[in-house]
């Protein structure tokens, strides 16, 4: 979302977005692409979003919203994602 003022479009439980930053620090299913439910709200811009596999606290700046669909994303709508193997010297 580029402004404050789309955080007034959101309606709990029905709102759908998606990411647009990668979170998968958090959790290896958060790559960009990945669309969740907004569920509610953690702080005045953090939005606290459902995906099928964990639910997390979202800056409003990291995802955008989805437009024409609402309710819980499926896991076959999900990103497929092929994680990374993790080596002793990687950071």
């Excluded at 789309?6 to 029905?14: A, P, S, W």
């Excluded at 990291?62 to 080596?87: H, S, W, Y």
Aim: charged content about 25%; some cysteine; hydrophobic content about 40%.
């Amino acid at each position: 979302m580029q402004e404050r003022s789309d955080l007034q479009r959101i309606v709990f439980q029905k709102t759908r977005v998606v990411l647009t930053r990668d979170l998968s620090v958090m959790n290896p299913n958060l790559v960009v692409g990945a669309s969740g439910l907004v569920v509610g709200k953690l702080a005045n811009y953090t939005l606290k979003v459902a995906f099928p596999s964990v639910t997390v606290g979202v800056n409003w700046q990291d995802c955008d919203l989805v437009e024409g669909k609402f309710g819980m994303p499926t896991e076959a709508e999900q990103p497929k994602v092929i994680p990374n193997r993790r080596t002793v010297d990687a950071e």
